[in-house]
């Protein structure tokens, strides 16, 4: 019954507009990788922000690594996280799911059993499919829809000891990491897709580090050193050559000071493909979000996607490219010409600019008005 915003046709048609089409002449699409059965790594980076990226115009000496890789792999520069909290964003990840404003689809199993995800995709395709946490796996209900979307093992705070556990929110990175990396290396089944969570970015922000005043920006650095370690140790592996890992924030935080929940800015994440699966350095510009990664990686694979009702394939130049995000009750819509920003408490639009805003924004009504239907009838 929420964000009833237009007759259901209407909202049928201007919906039919954004999504993806097929493709016929799939030669024009470019390749962004280097084989089609590549061994894959998520890491999903917890709170990061592209404003502590040098590469984006960011705080500088903050996420060096992570600027590094932005220079050698597969830049997105125009991607936005597609809601506020870690489970929205998750499903959004795996499961090419836009966040809700008014709930999460991670706590109803009936629904996100439902839900197509590109485990379950890479499942049927043959892959090994772990998961990795160094918090409670059961927090917001994970464990269960990591499980449902098709991932065969689910490691959490109950596989490190009681003294590896040392931080508010479980193992801080600097252990996960170094396990993970073991947990790959060991690992016999190909091909293999893991997922890593990180944790140590998450507010309090306790971590055994002291290089920058600001506590958020330090522990961005500490997580940021710690994947540049384990990427080194990867590099220096035979696991590199077919190796590709994909770097993508869940949500961002509030940072600088004085940034607004509903601003475009608070919600641009950073996403990177680097590994010896990529073809080469390439920055992508299109805009698009966290529920576009489904399409546009399972693409490249030669997979069908057609079930990802919400994802469209990045690299595909043929299609409407726009990102798409919620916050607490509202919604934002932002591509390379117009933007714009809703309160639906307030039922008023807090942004609108560009010559098609008023196009865009109903667009983006009807987009969440879909997107409630679907989330109703799983």
């Not at 199993?109 to 409670?136: C, F, Q, V, W």
């Not at 546009?296 to 995000?325: C, E, G, P, V, W």
Request: proline fraction near 5%; charge should be negative; hydrophobic fraction near 35%.
């Amino acid at each position: 019954k929420q964000y009833r915003f237009m007759d259901p046709k209407i909202a049928d048609e201007l919906f039919a507009e954004m999504v993806d089409k097929p493709v016929a002449a799939t030669d024009s699409i470019p390749q962004l990788l280097n084989t089609q059965r590549p061994n894959i790594i998520f890491i999903i980076l917890e709170s990061f922000s592209t404003h502590l990226m040098e590469t984006f115009g960011g705080q500088p000496n903050v996420a060096v690594n992570m600027d590094k890789f932005a220079k050698e792999g597969v830049l997105f520069s125009n991607f936005y996280g597609s809601s506020f909290r870690t489970d929205r964003g998750l499903a959004s990840i795996i499961s090419g799911y836009p966040g809700q404003p008014s709930t999460s689809i991670m706590k109803y199993p009936e629904k996100t059993d439902k839900l197509p995800s590109i485990p379950r995709s890479l499942k049927n395709a043959g892959y090994n499919l772990e998961y990795y946490y160094g918090g409670d796996a059961d927090f917001t209900n994970m464990r269960s829809s990591f499980y449902a979307t098709g991932y065969g093992r689910v490691m959490s705070c109950d596989d490190f000891t009681t003294e590896e556990n040392s931080a508010r929110w479980g193992v801080p990175d600097h252990i996960t990491f170094p396990r993970v990396e073991k947990e790959i290396v060991r690992q016999t089944a190909r091909p293999f897709m893991k997922t890593f969570l990180t944790l140590s970015s998450h507010e309090p922000f306790d971590v055994p580090m002291s290089r920058l005043e600001h506590p958020y920006l330090n522990s961005v650095a500490y997580t940021d050193s710690c994947l540049g370690a384990f990427v080194d140790t990867l590099r220096q592996s035979p696991l590199w050559e077919n190796l590709l890992i994909v770097f993508v924030a869940d949500h961002t935080m509030r940072y600088p000071a004085g940034i607004q929940e509903h601003e475009v800015k608070r919600h641009h994440i950073p996403m990177v493909w680097c590994g010896g699966a990529v073809r080469g350095h390439r920055v992508v510009e299109d805009y698009a979000s966290q529920i576009d990664l489904a399409a546009t990686l399972l693409a490249q694979m030669h997979i069908d996607y057609s079930d990802f009702a919400f994802s469209k394939n990045i690299a595909d130049t043929t299609q409407r490219h726009f990102a798409y995000y919620t916050y607490k009750d509202g919604l934002g819509y932002v591509d390379a010409e117009n933007r714009a920003v809703y309160d639906c408490d307030s039922e008023s639009w807090l942004l609108k600019e560009g010559a098609q805003a008023d196009t865009c924004a109903k667009s983006a009504q009807a987009f969440l008005q879909k997107l409630y239907d679907d989330l109703g009838s799983r």
